[in-house]
């Protein structure tokens, strides 16, 4: 079984929707873009980044969450986890798992297909995202070559830059190492995005598990200091981009995370 990712997007959304939302939901316009992309599809013979679970508009119940989708990772290679030391005469079905995609590799066309989807219901208007993941395979590789190879896309002329704040829960590092994340950050070559300082960070900013669709997510203290980060540009991309290398960095200090929830916030102070 491999990992189960929950996105979520918040601020608000207003119509008019560009789609008889009568007819459609945001399940089968996720599904239906991602397939489009070639991000998921059902065909055998293409590579998969996720698996199509759950989805749904939450705006009409919730002031703040515009919605949410659930996939699952598990569509990586299969893995021989033994082999019998003294296997039976005739054929051995030996054990196998299905490895994760790696999280980092995933979630930028993630949060871009579910940007997209929701843009299909109304005007967006994104203030955040928070990433929570279970059941994660441990010691991933780290995927700095490909965050950094794509770093030209954000080279623009365009002055629209944004900051944000960064939480986590505490899940993700072993104990109180904001500072060790953030000089791995600092380290990178990352620009147009600077990580920039710790912050404290507010009850509004704070990771928050939504325990109705995810009851089973263990849940870890809180912790009151985050990330200033600034982007070059406040779209679905480049926040995918941010959640992607906190996340990748905070990996290389505890490769055991499996379980834990990552909070991107626009600042407008």
């Given amino acids: 079984m491999g990992a189960t990712l929950f996105l979520e997007a918040f601020g608000r959304i207003s119509g008019p929707a560009t789609i008889n939302s009568r007819e459609e939901d945001l399940h089968s316009v ?3 873009r ?3 992309m070639r991000w998921a599809t059902t065909s055998n013979d293409r590579p998969l980044l996720w698996l199509m679970e759950e989805a749904e508009i939450t705006a ?3 002031t703040h969450r515009i919605g949410w989708v659930q996939v699952g990772l598990g569509v990586g290679p299969v893995e021989v986890l033994s082999t019998p030391t003294n296997p039976t005469p005739g054929w051995v079905g030996l054990p196998v798992r299905q490895t994760s995609t790696n999280l980092a590799m995933a979630l930028v066309p993630l949060v871009q297909c579910f940007d997209d989807s ?4 109304g005007v967006v208007e994104l203030a955040g995202l928070q990433v ?3 059941t994660l395979d441990a010691d991933t590789q780290s995927c700095i070559g490909y965050l950094v190879s794509v770093l030209n896309w954000f080279n623009t002329d365009s002055k629209a830059g944004a900051e944000a704040i960064v939480a986590f829960d505490q ?3 072993e104990g109180n190492k904001v500072s060790e994340l953030l000089a791995i950050l600092q380290r990178r070559n990352t620009y147009p995005f600077e990580f920039r300082t710790f912050t404290p960070v507010s009850d509004k900013q704070m990771v928050s598990i939504p325990l109705e669709e995810m009851p089973y997510y263990p849940i870890a203290p809180q912790p009151d200091t985050g990330m200033f980060v600034t982007l070059p540009e406040w779209t679905p991309s ?3 981009w941010v959640l992607a290398s906190v996340i990748d960095a905070a990996r290389l200090i505890n490769p055991s995370a499996t379980e834990f929830a990552v909070r991107l916030t626009r600042f407008q102070g």
């Fill in 118 to 121: 929701l843009r299909r219901f």
């Fill in 238 to 240: 480049a926040a995918g």
């Fill in 60 to 62: 009409d119940t919730d």
């Fill in 34 to 36: 991602a397939e489009l």
């Fill in 30 to 32: 996720f599904r239906e």
């Fill in 171 to 173: 899940n993700l590092l």
């Fill in 132 to 134: 929570t993941v279970s």
